[in-house]
């Protein structure tokens, strides 16, 4: 059985920039979440998605969103990209708890 | 603030030595407590989990945690490591609406185990 796959794998981008990263989910799994781990912060929650809507989201600002589409993949955009962002964002999918991760995209802005 | 906090940043072990990893969580209401393992090179793995019942949960690779409501700990355990489990391992909490699940992991810092051949 095939794991999370996410798109690319690594990103380099300059301040202001905007991204989008993508998550391909296990098959059967129909929520998606994603997840920064920036230096020192540890794994922070981003977003949680379901059946195509947004369910949750942690404590970041509005220029994080996303979007699940109907095959329950999902992207996460970042507008207006600080240095901040640069991190390994990882997503996530379940079908009901265990989350199950995949290798994530290492960002880094410039 | 919810939050988990895990003791021990880097441990050090000798092959067959006995691990104990510990994880406190913050936060009130029902809980579900997982482990996950990054091996080098490797993505987030999980370990083992505790949703409700038997406290004492058992996970892959010989792995086993406790959970105690009364201390808000769920450490882990593990009898004899071997030098294949050297990773790093991060203690997790599933927050809980009154109407059901979050969606929301919170991580602990994570521990990092060396094991000496």
Redesign the interface.
């Known amino acids: 059985e095939a794991?999370v796959t996410q798109s690319p794998t690594h990103l380099i981008k300059t301040r202001g920039q905007q991204v989008t990263l993508r998550c391909s989910p296990i098959s059967g799994h129909t929520?998606v979440?994603w997840?920064q781990q920036a230096l020192g912060l540890?794994?922070q929650?981003l977003l949680?998605y379901?059946e195509g809507e947004e369910?949750?989201r942690?404590n970041f600002p509005p220029r994080f969103s996303g979007r699940q589409f109907p095959n329950y993949s999902s992207e996460l955009n970042v507008n207006a990209l600080e240095l901040e962002d640069s991190a390994l964002y990882?997503c996530a999918s379940s079908f009901v708890?265990?989350?199950?991760?995949?290798?994530?995209t290492r960002l880094t802005v410039l | 603030a919810q939050s988990v906090s895990q003791h021990n940043h880097h441990v050090i072990l000798s092959e067959a030595a006995s691990l104990e990893l510990g994880c406190n969580y913050s936060y009130g209401g029902t809980v579900?407590l997982?482990w996950?393992v990054q091996y080098p090179g490797q993505?987030?793995?999980?370990l083992l989990?505790y949703?409700s019942g038997d406290p004492l949960v058992k996970g892959i690779k010989g792995f086993e945690a406790e959970f105690i409501k009364s201390k808000f700990s769920f450490n882990l355990r593990k009898p004899s490591v071997q030098w294949s489990d050297t990773a790093e391992y991060?203690c997790?909490v599933?927050t809980q609406w009154s109407w059901g699940?979050?969606?929301?992991?919170?991580?602990?810092?994570?521990t990092t185990l060396q094991v000496k051949p």
């Open positions: 794991g929520s979440y997840y540890g794994l929650f949680w379901d369910r949750n942690g990882l708890f265990e989350q199950f991760f995949g290798p994530g | 579900n997982f996950y993505h987030l793995q999980l989990k949703f991060f997790a599933a699940n979050t969606g929301k992991l919170i991580f602990g810092q994570g």
